[in-house]
């Protein structure tokens, strides 16, 4: 599976963006995808996922701000960001795969850098 992440930028904070992950392949056929990023010295986060017939995670740093979403028409997810955040600078990777559990060991985008300035 290719996934290519768009989307990403330069914003002030408390700005938005929306990030897209396109797949190469039916998402139906995915049953789990979701956000990763990684800021410079820091672990890599789960950000955001979301599986077929099960509930949506968010990691407690972006919930009430970031929402997951599919559209299968167009085989993309998105993760729409509000209320951006400087901690919020990233790396931002979509990944595939069989579960939420099991993300990390499925598909992975090539990245989309997010910057949020002060």
């Known amino acids: 599976v290719r996934l290519v992440e768009s989307g990403g930028g330069m914003v002030q904070a408390g700005g938005s963006l929306r990030l897209s992950c396109a797949a190469s392949v039916s998402i139906f056929s995915l049953n789990a995808m979701g956000w990763y990023r990684q800021a410079p010295g820091k672990e890599r986060e789960l950000v955001a996922a979301?599986?077929?017939?099960?509930?949506?995670y968010y990691a407690s740093s972006v919930k009430g701000r970031f929402t997951i979403s599919r559209d299968e028409t167009k085989d993309t997810i998105y993760l729409q960001m509000n209320s951006l955040k400087t901690e919020d600078t990233a790396m931002y990777y979509c990944a595939a795969g069989s579960s939420i559990h099991g993300l990390s060991l499925g598909s992975w985008g090539q990245g989309t850098q997010v910057t949020v300035s002060s």
């Open positions: 979301v599986e077929i017939g099960r509930s949506t």
